[in-house]
């Protein structure tokens, strides 16, 4: 069974930093493509950034420069490094895995099966 529990969310202010952990269990977690979201108050839930086994990776437009997506096979953690926070990006943050078309390098939520329950991230001003 699946699961993916989500760790490193807290409160900061404009220009700080945090690092979001992903701990996969109950797969083979670098047979996986693995994603990152985010949903704010009354937003529909939006890509953030993604990440398939060859290390190719993808970021939206509002995070390129700020967050980095990265991997540890052999700990099965997937990680959000964000830096220069906007109180825009305050949502809760959650991480996403599917084992399908595993070349397929997209922030579609439609297109990840597994998900975590979410880390908060608030970003003060």
């Known amino acids: 069974q699946v699961q993916l529990v989500e760790s490193g969310g807290g409160s900061v202010q404009a220009g700080g930093s945090l690092r979001l952990s992903c701990a996969g269990s109950?797969?083979?977690?670098?047979?996986?493509?693995m994603g990152w979201f985010r949903q704010g108050p009354g937003k529909e839930r939006e890509g953030v950034a993604a990440?398939?086994?060859?290390?190719?990776?993808t970021y939206a437009d509002s995070v390129k420069g700020r967050f980095t997506i990265s991997q540890d096979n052999a700990k099965s953690t997937l990680y959000l490094q964000m830096n220069s926070l906007k109180p825009e990006d305050t949502a809760m943050y959650y991480c996403?895995?599917?084992?399908?078309?595993?070349?397929?390098?997209?922030?579609?939520?439609?297109?990840?099966?597994?998900w975590g329950l979410g880390t908060q991230v608030t970003v003060s001003s």
């Open positions: 109950g797969y083979t977690y670098s047979n996986y493509r």
């Open positions: 996403a895995a599917d084992d399908r078309l595993k070349q397929l390098l997209t922030m579609n939520p439609t297109l990840y099966n597994y």
């Open positions: 990440i398939i086994s060859d290390g190719r990776t």
